[in-house]
């Protein structure tokens, strides 16, 4: 199933290796926030935007430090997270960031010297219509083991995901045009695929893990609609009234969880059982501040959580919905 857009969009380019249709024209994260509503949301005027949307807006622009980056935080130093986060929460709603060539420079000057820094430059520099340099590329690359995955499996148990920095540095790859031969990685996240059809390492599956490894797989063109016992397993998590938990018949929703259910089945070609009661739910956690919050029992706002919130509320059809009335 593919969402109606408001725009247009150019096809991907071809890379030597294919890789499956979906609702995103290039990676799972970064061309998901291309194709937020383009000139329309652009073309309106502060006044016209929804109150929803200007109240956002103002919550990340006031978090804007004078050296071009960002931090949830005011008053805190920048961040290279926060930075990615606020031009993606910019790009989701149409609106140009503030003095972006001073973030552009921030960026280009932060000492990255990790897979998840990597990421967060080079797809701010992306979102700032800048190109990443070739050596940051050519660094993640160089970070691919000989079987094929990037960093531990062998995580902390507090750690996000086995598979996380797999799924960070294939963005950056497909993003950046990189040709590599997909196979070793894809035969090593599939060596994680659990019986219950959920992905994880010592047979413990969880949603983020499976979105990592399913994200990862897209990313790598391989054919994720075609993961039948996935699928179960995601619709497993999905609670009846609205929202996904960590693993099956778990109690409360967290907004990371439910934007990898959503995710997922969208790389399915699927849509959330309960999409109205999923999208009050979201809109719910927006906080008075504009930003969203990770759980209703969870109070304070951050821009990873009104990230989250803002591709479940496309998914959902909310912004499109909004930008038409």
């Not at 926030?33 to 200007?54: A, N």
């Not at 807006?57 to 430090?65: H, K, P, S």
């Not at 994880?200 to 609609?225: D, E, K, Q």
């Not at 397993?233 to 778990?250: I, L, M, Q, W």
Request: net charge negative; hydrophobic share 40%; aromatic share 10%.
């Amino acid at each position: 199933m593919k969402l109606a857009l408001a725009v247009q969009l150019p096809k991907p380019p071809k890379l030597q290796y294919q890789r499956a249709d979906s609702f995103y024209s290039k990676t799972v994260a970064n061309r998901a926030v291309e194709i937020i509503m383009g000139d329309r949301l652009q073309q309106k005027s502060v006044v016209e935007r929804p109150y929803w949307v200007q109240r956002i807006l103002d919550y990340v622009t006031v978090r804007q430090n004078t050296d071009g980056g960002y931090n949830f935080a005011q008053g805190v130093d920048s961040g290279a997270q926060d930075t990615y986060y606020a031009l993606a929460i910019f790009n989701l709603l149409g609106s140009p960031a503030p003095n972006v060539d001073a973030t552009v420079g921030w960026l280009r000057r932060f000492p990255a010297d990790n897979i998840y820094a990597y990421f967060y430059v080079a797809e701010g520099l992306t979102l700032s219509g800048q190109h990443a340099d070739e050596e940051l590329v050519s660094r993640v690359l160089s970070l691919r083991r000989p079987n094929g995955g990037f960093g531990e499996v062998d995580v902390d148990v507090e750690a996000y995901s086995e598979f996380d920095a797999t799924y960070r540095a294939t963005e950056i790859l497909r993003e950046s045009g990189i040709s590599m031969d997909p196979t070793p990685t894809v035969q090593w996240l599939l060596k994680y695929l659990n019986h219950d059809g959920g992905f994880g390492a010592r047979g413990h599956s969880n949603l983020i893990s499976t979105f990592h490894a399913v994200g990862s797989l897209y990313n790598l063109g391989h054919p994720v609609r075609e993961l039948d016992r996935t699928l179960r397993f995601v619709r497993s998590c999905e609670k009846a009234d609205g929202g996904f938990t960590s693993v099956p018949n778990a109690n409360l929703s967290y907004l990371e969880e439910i934007h990898a259910g959503a995710l997922i089945l969208h790389m399915m070609g699927e849509q959330c059982a309960n999409p109205e009661v999923t999208r009050k739910f979201v809109f719910g956690l927006q906080n008075s501040n504009g930003g969203f919050r990770r759980s209703v029992q969870l109070g304070i706002s951050t821009f990873e959580d009104t990230y989250y919130a803002l591709i479940l509320l496309r998914i959902l059809s909310t912004i499109h919905k909004a930008v038409e009335e």
